[in-house]
C-alpha cells in the first residue's frame, strides 16, 4: 500500500508506467521497419534511441516516483507488436502518434495527482513532462522532414542532422 499517495494517483502512474512500455515496443516495431522494409538505418538508430528513452527515462523515472512511497509498480503484459508500416511517412506518423499521445497521458496524470492533492507527485510529474516535450518537439521535426523528403534517396543521411533528443534522466 502506497504511503502519502491516493489510490486514484497511484493507478495513473501505474498506467503511465505500463504505456511507456508499451510505447518503447511500439517503437522498437518502427524501428525495425525502417531498417528492414524501408532501408533507413539512420533513421532506425535515431527511432530506437527515442524507443529506448520511454522504457529508461520515462517509465522507469515514472515508477520511481510511487516506489519511493512503498508503493510496487504492477507492469503488466505488454502487446505484441507486428505492425508494418508502407512507407517512410507512415513510420513517423506512428511515432508522432506515440509521442503525443504519451503526451496527453502525462498531463492526464499530472491532472489527476493535482485534484487529489498529491501535489508532490504532481511536481515531479511537470519535470518528466518537460523532458518528455523534448521527445514531442524532435519527432514532430522529424516528421515534417518525411513529409518533405522521404522520396529523395539522401533521406536517410539527411535525417541525421536533425538529431536525437537529449533527455536529463
Known sequence: MAINITDKTVQAIQTLVHDAFNSNSVLDRVKTNLMTNLACPNASNMVHKVAHMYSLNMADGIGDLIEG???PIEYGGIDRHVETYASITDAFDKLVDVAITFQN?????????????????????LEIIEEHNKIVV??????????????HPSFDTAITSYGVPKLEG
Request: proline share 0%; no cysteine; net charge negative.
Open 69 to 71: 512511497y512503498n508503493e
Open 105 to 125: 497521458e502525462l498531463n492526464m496524470a499530472s491532472k489527476i495527482a493535482m485534484e487529489n492533492g498529491d501535489v508532490h507527485i504532481f511536481q515531479e510529474l
Open 138 to 151: 524532435t519527432v514532430i521535426a522529424w516528421k515534417d522532414i518525411a513529409d518533405k523528403f522521404s522520396t
